[in-house]
């Protein structure tokens, strides 16, 4: 992994670069960011800098030795903890070593990818995954022995806010006396789960959400979308790439359109025959295209919600979006929003625990109709 594989954060690649320049590296890293941002990718990307055999200005060299085996996460002195659980294939003693493999594969197809997609690719989704005090004896026996190749000994702890107390409590001496050019990195989508005297440990590096822009010109130079299409996935994903790409495989429906269509069905009257109708489409839409219009509703209210508020200045909307943001809220006052918004957010919640799509979207649709037309 390379800085220029992450989209934008060009201000902490920075920060980053600076640290192995100035030869200010901290022994332990906590890199603190939301489900579906950089932080794992970042850790990747500065401890191949780090490694790098022939570093540039701005990026490691991404071809010496070092870099291609940290590429494919097979160098001898970078190591992995990452929460892990008894699997049909791992029926005991399940450490992230047993793992290695899937481990692997899971980080080269999508480094933004999150703990559920982890449960589900070593098929464990109906388990909970932690990481064991097992774990950290394992992890200080591997940092006992002597780097075979590299400069820094590296440490990835994708999640330690899975690690239990005796886990955490385990690795706290070595956190703070690690060996000689030994590195930790710990990469958390929970900073508050944490227990305090790892935290205390670290120095922190909060990685910010990727912006609509970062995430639209990455998955049109990535996927090769139409410029339109790739502006509303990543107004719906929010900053999260992981979603983004979700999105992208398994929504092909015009939410905007859609969305719009059905909130003027809601508001006319006389609309029950017609909504029965809607309902019955809506069933025959899947379950991810289903909880994408809702999604889409979401974020349409939270921004008229702002425009009525502050105007439209902090809007995150263009084109259609924004025209139709502009025309709903003359008809809508804040306490309306807020009750449809709450509608919308139910709705998502029953859908993806599978409640009856067409019950829920036409229940979900009378109840705005109502709101829409209170006064």
Not at 89 to 109: E, G, I, M
Not at 132 to 143: A, Q, W
Not at 213 to 236: C, M, P, S, T
Not at 340 to 362: S, V
Request: charged content about 25%.
């Amino acid at each position: 992994m390379q800085f220029s594989e992450i989209p934008g954060l060009q201000e902490t690649k920075r920060t980053l670069i600076n640290s192995v320049k100035n030869n200010h590296v901290a022994h332990a890293q906590l890199f603190s960011g939301t489900e579906g941002n950089a932080a794992l990718a970042m850790a990747l990307a500065y401890a191949t800098y780090i490694n790098c055999e022939d570093k540039k200005e701005e990026d490691s060299c991404g071809v010496c030795a070092s870099c291609t085996k940290i590429n494919k996460l097979i160098h001898p002195d970078i190591h992995f903890v990452y929460p892990v659980s008894t699997t049909k294939d791992v029926p005991k003693d399940a450490l992230s070593n047993s793992f290695l493999k899937d481990w692997r594969t899971f980080v080269q197809a999508n480094p933004f990818a999150s703990l559920n997609d982890w449960a589900n690719h070593i098929g464990a989704e109906n388990k909970q995954l932690n990481i064991s005090v097992d774990e950290s004896r394992n992890l200080i026996k591997t940092l006992a022995l002597k780097a075979f190749e590299a400069d820094y000994k590296v440490m990835i702890i994708w999640l330690p806010e899975f690690m239990n107390s005796a886990a955490a409590n385990a690795i706290l001496k070595i956190l703070e006396e690690p060996p000689y050019k030994t590195l930790f990195l710990l990469v958390t989508q929970n900073q508050q789960k944490i227990i305090t005297t790892i935290l205390s440990r670290t120095q922190r590096i909060f990685i910010r959400p990727f912006t609509d822009d970062e995430i639209k010109q990455l998955i049109v130079q990535k996927f090769n979308l139409e410029d339109k299409k790739a502006q509303q996935i990543a107004y719906l994903a929010d900053g999260n790439l992981n979603e983004a790409f979700r999105l992208i495989e398994e929504i092909q429906e015009d939410n905007q359109s859609m969305f719009r269509d059905w909130m003027r069905l809601c508001y006319k009257r006389n609309n029950i025959p017609e909504l029965v109708e809607w309902s019955e489409e809506f069933q025959k839409m899947g379950k991810e295209a289903q909880k994408g219009l809702f999604q889409y509703g979401i974020n349409i209210m939270r921004e008229s919600l702002v425009y009525k508020l502050s105007g439209s200045e902090l809007l995150r909307l263009h084109d259609e979006d924004l025209k139709f943001v502009e025309g709903f809220s003359k008809v809508m006052d804040e306490h309306k929003i807020e009750k449809i918004y709450q509608q919308l957010n139910d709705g998502y919640y029953h859908i993806e625990r599978n409640a009856n799509a067409k019950i829920a979207f036409l229940d979900i649709s009378f109840s705005i109709s109502n709101i829409l037309k209170s006064s």
